[in-house]
Structures are given as C-alpha cells and as structure tokens.
C-alpha cells in the first residue's frame, strides 16, 4: 500500500502560483495519483488525476516525474476561494481492493 | 438535486444510544463508502462496499455496522454510541473504473453526549 507525505500547511498570497509536493515512494505499477481538495464542513472534491507525465485541466496541472515517486500539483493564481485542504492519494484503479487512504492532507491558506 | 445526500445533516446523542445515518446516491453507482472525519485529521475509511452483496471493513470498523439495502443506499450504525464517534461522518460513491472518481455527500456532524 503506497503511503503518501504532503507538508502538513502552506501558506499563499492571491496571484501567486501554488505547488503542492507529494512523495510516495513505494508506488506501484498500476497506482495513479489522485488529488482531492476539501473546503471546510465539506466532503472533498475530486481535483485531478494522472499516471506520469503531466496532465492539465481547467483548475489544476500535476506533474509526475519519470520515476513517479513524488508528483506536484499546481495551483495558478490562487485566490481566497483556494484556501482548503487538499489530499494527495495513491491507488490503483478499478481494481477488486480498495486501496485509497487519505492522510491528512496539505491545508492551504491563501492571504490577501 | 445532490447526487450524494446524508440523513441526517447534525445529530447529537447520548452514550449508548443506537444511532443511524443514512446515505442515498443518484449517480448509479455500485460502489460506496463511509468515512469519518475528526478535527484536523484526514478521513478514515470506516466501511465500504463494492455491490449490494459485498461489504468490507476499513481502517477503523470496531464500533460500526453497515447495511446496503440497495445500490443507492448505504447507511452506517453506531450500535452503542461512545463519546470518542463524536465525528463528521461522509458517505461516498464512486463507479467501478475510469478514474475511480469519488463522489462525497455533505457529510453529518455526530455529537455523543
């Protein structure tokens, strides 16, 4: 079972660009990487998912070198409305175990 | 209309009480989980089920049961309530491939007294 480490907070400006570093360096073959992204009395809310290299949608970009033992996610611009905790997991996809575990995750704040 | 919801939202109970939280899914998924949250922690995967045949224990079972009367419905009891359950509490379905995406309800506050 992969274990993932995120730093435990971070703390942002509106505008910059966030990067958030996850390592997991025990991941197996077929684990993708998963990201979460939790605002507070809320259930998470799926931000992005990917295998290796990089992958961009309309909220974040991850990128996961050639070894795949850590992977960053990437904010652009954030603004107040980023501020939340956000969930690195590992696991394999589709498959008959249930494999994911969200740690505690890396809690954001962004300041004016 | 949420394609999670959770019944019900806030909840405060006494020690030994038995209690029931109840989760419903439009999405038509097979799969679904419960998970509880204390604060300043990561979720905790309490139980979970993969088809309306198939439950399976998670991280942190002792003190919980679950029944899955139907592919929409998954709820979770607390057979006799003790003040450390006092916790958020989210249900969570998600589809047998693709991205394995989950989607979360908005969660019950449980406080035992």
């Known amino acids: 079972l992969a274990k993932t480490t995120q730093p435990i907070s971070m703390d942002s400006y509106e505008g910059q660009e966030v990067n958030i570093t996850c390592s997991h360096n025990?991941?197996?073959?077929?684990?993708?990487i998963t990201w979460y992204q939790q605002f507070p009395s809320q259930g998470p809310r799926f931000i992005i998912q990917?295998?290796?290299t990089k992958v961009t949608n309309e909220v974040a970009s991850l990128f996961i070198p050639a070894d795949r033992k850590s992977s960053t996610l990437s904010l652009p611009r954030v603004s107040l409305s980023d501020t939340a905790v956000y969930y690195c997991?590992?696991?394999?996809?589709?498959?008959?175990?249930?494999?994911?575990?969200f740690g505690t995750g890396t809690r954001l704040k962004v300041l004016a | 209309d949420a394609d999670v919801t959770q019944t019900p939202r806030n909840r405060i109970t006494k020690t030994g009480k038995r209690i029931m939280l109840e989760c419903s899914q439009t999405?038509?998924?097979?799969?679904m989980y419960w998970y509880r949250q204390d604060p300043g922690l990561g979720l905790r995967l309490i139980y979970y089920?993969?088809?309306?045949?198939?439950?399976n224990k998670g991280e942190i079972s002792d003190g919980y049961s679950v029944s899955r009367q139907a592919q929409a419905k998954f709820s979770l009891s607390l057979e006799s309530a003790i003040p450390n359950q006092t916790a958020l509490y989210f249900c969570?379905?998600?589809?047998?491939?693709?991205?394995?995406?989950?989607?979360f309800g908005p969660g019950t506050r449980l406080t035992v007294t």
């Open positions: 969570a379905t998600s589809g047998a491939g693709g991205t394995d995406e989950q989607y």
């Open positions: 025990n991941i197996a073959t077929n684990d993708y």
């Open positions: 990917g295998y290796k």
């Open positions: 997991l590992v696991g394999a996809r589709g498959s008959g175990t249930y494999k994911y575990i």
């Open positions: 999405k038509g998924h097979d799969r």
């Open positions: 089920s993969f088809d309306v045949k198939d439950i």
